[in-house]
C-alpha cells in the first residue's frame, strides 16, 4: 500500500474537516486530514456560540462548553425591541475542533498539522510542511474545508463572493450574563455587533459592509465597545482581539467533479445571522459519507451531486430565505427600523412569506 496515497484527502482540521474525516473513516475509507495551523483550532475565529440542539449530535467530551445561555436580546439603537427563548451553548472553541479531531482520528483518520497545501492535479495535492519540505500525496477524493478564502475552491473555480469582515475582543463583564445580546445600529451597516457570555468574559465583536465614508470595522468596533461600557456591561479594556471573513451569499454549486467543499469553504454560514458551526458538522458528515461511496463506487462526480442534492434538502431552504432577507436588510438599510422585523431570525415577520 502507498503510504502516499489515500482514498480521501480533507484539507482543513475545523468542524467540517473533522467531521468529514470521522464519517469518511468510519466507511473503512483511508482518510488524511491536512491542517495549516499548528494547533488545531487557533487561534479562534469564531463567536463561539453553537445552538442547544448540536451539543446533542457532538458524541464527544463535553469539556468544550463554557457556559450555557438562555436566550437572546435583540436591540435597535440601543433599544431593546425582541427578548426570546434561544437556549445554546458558548463553546471553547479550540477544546470543541480538538475534539471533534480526536473524533476522527479514533475513526481511523489520520491528522498532520502544521501542513499547507499549495495547489493539487489530477488527484495529487502539492503540499508544504512548517520545516518547508515540499512534498505530493494522492488522494481519489479531495475535501476543501480550507476555510472562507478556500485554495480548493478556487482552484476549481467554487470560491467565495459576498465575504463580510468580522472583528471581535474578548472582554470582562462587570455581572454574569445569561443571555446574547445581538444590537443593530446605524453605524454597523448591513451587519450587527454582538455580545456572548463565556462566565466571568464575553466574546464582543460585530460583522459588517463598510461603506465609503463610513466607519471603519475598527472605528465602529471601538464606538460599540464604548458604549457597552458606559452602559455598565462590560469593563473598559480587553484581553485578545481577531478578525475574519464570513461567507454571506451562498454557493449554489459547492461539490465539482472529486472536490468536494464543506464548512465556510463552501459558504455553508447562515447569511443573516453568520452561523456556520452546525451547518459545518452536519455536511461535514454528508460531504465524509458521499465521497466514501464515490470511491467505493469509482464515481467521485455521482458523489458529489448527492452531496449537493442532501445539502440543500436540509439547509437550501432556510439558507435561500436568509439570502433574500440579506438583500432585504442591505437595499433598505436606511429604513431599517420598518423592516427590521422580516431580516432578523427571532421576528415571526422573518419566518413568513418567502
Not at 468510519?26 to 456560540?49: F, S
Not at 479594556?237 to 467543499?261: C, D, H, Q
Amino acid at each position: 500500500m502507498d503510504p502516499n496515497s489515500w482514498d480521501i484527502v480533507v484539507v482543513g482540521a475545523g468542524p467540517g474537516g473533522s467531521s468529514a474525516a470521522r464519517a469518511a473513516a468510519g466507511e473503512g475509507m483511508r482518510v488524511l486530514v491536512l491542517e495549516r495551523k499548528k494547533r488545531i483550532g487557533y487561534p479562534v475565529r469564531c463567536a463561539e456560540y453553537i445552538p442547544g440542539q448540536l451539543l446533542g449530535l457532538v458524541d464527544a467530551d463535553r469539556n468544550f462548553v463554557v457556559q450555557a445561555v438562555e436566550g437572546m436580546k435583540t436591540f435597535f439603537s440601543w433599544r431593546l425591541i425582541d427578548e426570546s427563548s434561544f437556549p445554546g451553548f458558548v463553546i471553547d472553541r479550540c477544546r470543541f475542533d480538538a475534539a471533534l479531531a480526536s473524533k476522527a482520528c479514533e475513526a481511523g483518520a489520520e491528522i498532520r498539522t502544521g501542513v499547507s497545501v499549495t495547489g493539487f492535479r489530477d488527484g495529487e495535492l502539492f503540499i508544504r510542511s512548517s520545516s518547508g519540505e515540499p512534498r505530493t500525496v494522492g488522494a481519489r477524493v479531495i475535501i476543501g474545508a480550507d476555510g472562507p478564502h478556500s485554495r480548493i475552491g478556487r482552484q476549481v473555480g467554487l470560491g467565495n463572493t459576498g465575504l463580510i469582515p468580522g472583528i471581535q475582543i474578548r472582554a470582562d463583564l462587570t455581572a454574569p450574563l445569561k443571555t446574547t445580546e445581538v444590537h443593530f445600529l446605524d453605524d454597523i451597516h448591513a451587519g450587527y455587533g454582538w455580545v456572548f457570555p463565556r462566565g466571568a468574559q464575553a466574546n464582543v465583536g460585530l460583522g459588517m459592509k463598510p461603506l465609503a465614508g463610513g466607519l471603519s470595522l475598527a472605528d465602529a468596533l471601538k464606538a460599540f465597545v464604548a458604549r457597552l461600557v458606559e452602559r455598565g456591561l462590560i469593563s473598559p479594556g480587553f484581553r485578545s482581539r481577531t478578525a475574519g471573513w464570513i461567507p454571506a451569499e451562498p454557493l449554489r454549486k459547492f461539490a465539482s467533479g472529486n472536490v468536494y467543499l464543506v464548512g465556510d469553504a463552501a459558504g455553508h454560514t447562515h447569511p443573516i445571522t453568520g452561523a456556520g458551526i452546525a451547518q459545518a458538522v452536519l455536511g461535514g458528515r454528508m460531504a465524509g459519507k458521499h465521497a466514501a461511496r464515490a470511491v467505493q463506487t469509482g464515481d467521485p462526480a455521482s458523489g458529489a451531486e448527492a452531496y449537493q442534492e442532501e445539502w440543500h434538502d436540509m439547509f437550501g431552504e432556510s439558507h435561500e430565505k436568509a439570502w433574500n432577507r440579506r438583500l432585504l436588510l442591505e437595499n433598505r438599510w436606511e429604513e431599517l427600523g420598518n423592516v427590521i422585523r422580516s431580516c432578523w431570525v427571532t421576528f415571526r415577520e422573518y419566518h413568513a412569506g418567502t
